[in-house]
């Protein structure tokens, strides 16, 4: 490793490699990991053994091991940390990527959202700091520090920057998501501009467009870019989810099931069986199912093989927001003994853990879970009293609008059924004031709003 300090990334940031290849090899795991390729990890694999001597791919190989969500994860991301280390962290910016990927192993994300933040002050285009701390902000609900964090950072980028397109389709997600939507359609679009396949781009303006209730505009844009979309990895998946979720709105319920079963929950596809239990495939999966109950559609025995993940799951609560997915399914099922498992498990989790996810577990998604077992057993009146104090920060949990939108629903159907008049047109006032498209012209909401005019 004698030219360690004349390597410098695509961005122009020091890096620790031995070679000008490892260098480029490095660069194209990030393209691919910011473009949702599926064959990222294989591009990581390359890396490593062009360069296993150097600290990032082991940094990398941490990274993509915590991004699934999933506990058993943790010892693999928690190893290559290790090796990281061992190989003496690297430069200074190398260091701080440890310090953060360690406190994010240790169950302290807020800790290492900070950190990646002192990281980006200094170095404003590493944009794997960047993107790891978009990621880790969102699943936390702190969508202000994600547009702070694209905004601090873009003056200083060139339009002609390697990664450029990713920042803008970034700083569309973060506007969306803070209510900026002719700032993020703006910035979506652009990226789309410079490259149809940008996964995250097209994700970002079909946002905008549910928020927007442009429901034809929606199934367009999807339908029209879905041609690019090959090669990419599981946000296929939730790009399906969304069109979906337009023809839902459209009353199109027999082409909704379609994509339900060759789009996003396609279980014979080789990205689902890759990652078969991957936290937001099953959330796709779980929250349309909801949906679609709540229509009063037929949906056969989908919810089965979610159910038995779940209860394979039970005590993995490293994705917050996906809890209520998990006991979605186990209640739709009946299985209301493993129900009772999981919400022992999430209690003992988040006595036994410190840090910002035990107090979300205990704040947010256990009132949820708590609640859709009790109406499972019908118990109405009691989910409202265990949702209630809890609705105004179920934020935390992290996903975006869109998907948060599941767990109102489930409110305003636990106070309907309940007879609480109040706390029904509580939920309908709350929505009116998130979403520019009025509960009237959302099928969610729009049986409620008429009933209570």
Partial sequence: MGHLSMVHDAQGNRASFASDEAGIAYDHVIEGFLKYRADAPLRLKALLKLDGEAPLPHLLKAAFAMLAYKAAHVPAARAALDQARSLGGGNLREQMHLAALDAWSAGAQDRAISVWENLLAEYPRDILAFRLHHFAAFWMGKTPQMMASVENAFPHWDSDTPGYGSMLACRAFAHEECGSLLIAENAGREAIRRDPADLWAAHAVAHVLEMQGRRAEGIAWIGGL??????????????????????????????????????????????????????????????????????????????????????????????????????????????????????????????????????????????????????????????????????????????????????????????????EVADARMLLERVTGRWPTPPERRVGYAKAAAELR
């Fill in 226 to 419: 879905s041609t690019h979309f090959e090669g990419g990895n599981n946000l296929m998946h939730h790009i399906a989810w969304h069109q979906a979720m337009f023809h839902i709105e459209r009353g199109e319920n027999a082409e909704v099931l379609r994509l339900y079963d060759t789009g996003f929950r396609d279980l014979n596809s080789p990205i689902t069986l890759m990652q078969p239990d991957l936290y937001i495939d099953c959330q796709n999966a779980a929250s349309m199912l909801f949906r679609l109950q709540r229509q009063g559609v037929e949906i056969g025995d989908r919810w089965e093989e979610l159910a038995e993940k779940a209860e394979v799951r039970i005590g993995d609560c490293l994705s917050a927001f996906t809890l209520p997915h998990w006991m979605m399914a186990l209640c739709a099922t009946g299985r209301l003994d493993a129900a009772d498992r999981m919400l022992d498990a999430m209690r003992d989790y988040a006595r036994a853990n410190s840090g910002e996810n035990a107090r979300i577990v205990r704040d947010a998604a256990l009132p949820c879970c708590e609640a859709l077992l009790l109406r499972a057993r019908g118990d109405a009146r009691a989910a409202v009293k265990v949702l209630r104090p809890a609705l105004g920060g179920l934020y935390e949990l992290g996903g975006s609008h869109a998907q948060q939108d599941v767990l109102e629903q489930l409110f305003l159907d636990c106070a309907m059924e309940a007879g």
